[in-house]
């Protein structure tokens, strides 16, 4: 089945050591995105990726990068994780075209707990 | 700005029908969405409507769109108890395809 997978589920961290949380896609859309979901919250979007076009949202703090190395690969590195970086990270993808975005689709999530 | 705002708690009891409300700003979206959320999982996309329709219905969901009022509803027919979760109501943003989420509405079940 195609889908969004992301790994691992869960990921401990120490306060500072960096982290890179990985989604991959079986479903060759163009676009991927991150979203962080702290609890009781709406997910809210980090970056995206159209292809190799990188797009940050004015918002998201330095500390977080992304890489996306192929179509179906996109990396969320968190490069100093603070106790307030504990939340779950939602990946999504979707197909662009000449009629603008398509749904979204979202992998599982990572869970990850800051120490 | 855009924003989509939802009431936080619904209770049923298993049978009834479930209805969740959101209503949201931006006039110019083209798809609202309806996301599920179960503990500690991603968001599972349950449906999604068109803005120039009024009404979607697939199986036990209904989608009713009233575009003047901005108010988009979900009613969720013989409601089970594994229907409990929480319920995102999205408008996509019409440059860029961004979703802007609701708080999330947690439906409980009760048998």
């Known amino acids: 089945d195609a889908m969004v997978i992301q790994n691992p589920r869960y990921q401990v961290t120490q306060f500072g050591k960096p982290v890179t949380l990985s989604c991959s896609q079986t479903l060759n859309h163009n676009v991927m995105y991150w979203y962080q979901q702290k609890s009781s919250q709406a997910p809210k979007l980090l970056f995206h990726?159209?292809?190799?076009?990188?797009?940050n949202e004015a918002d998201t703090p330095d500390n977080f990068q992304s890489r996306r190395p192929n179509t179906s690969f996109c990396f969320l590195d968190i490069r100093s994780p603070g106790l307030g970086d504990a939340a779950m990270y939602l990946c999504?993808?979707?197909?662009?075209?000449?009629?603008?975005?398509?749904?979204?689709?979202f992998g599982p999530g990572t869970r990850l707990l800051v120490l | 700005g855009e924003d989509v705002e939802q009431s936080l708690f619904l209770s049923v009891r298993e049978g009834d029908s479930s209805v969740i409300n959101c209503t949201y700003t931006d006039s110019s979206s083209t798809y609202l969405y309806w996301y599920k959320q179960e503990p500690g999982a991603g968001l599972q996309l349950l449906t999604y409507?068109?803005?120039?329709?009024d009404m979607k219905q697939d199986q036990r969901l209904t989608v009713l769109l009233n575009k003047k009022d901005k108010h988009l509803s979900l009613r969720i027919a013989d409601t089970q108890t594994g229907d409990s979760a929480i319920y995102f109501c999205a408008e996509a943003d019409n440059q860029g395809g961004k979703l802007i989420f609701g708080q999330g509405t947690e439906l409980s079940v009760k048998p």
């Open positions: 409507i068109f803005s120039n329709m």
């Open positions: 999504a993808t979707s197909r662009a075209g000449r009629g603008g975005r398509e749904t979204q689709y």
């Open positions: 990726y159209y292809d190799k076009d990188f797009n």
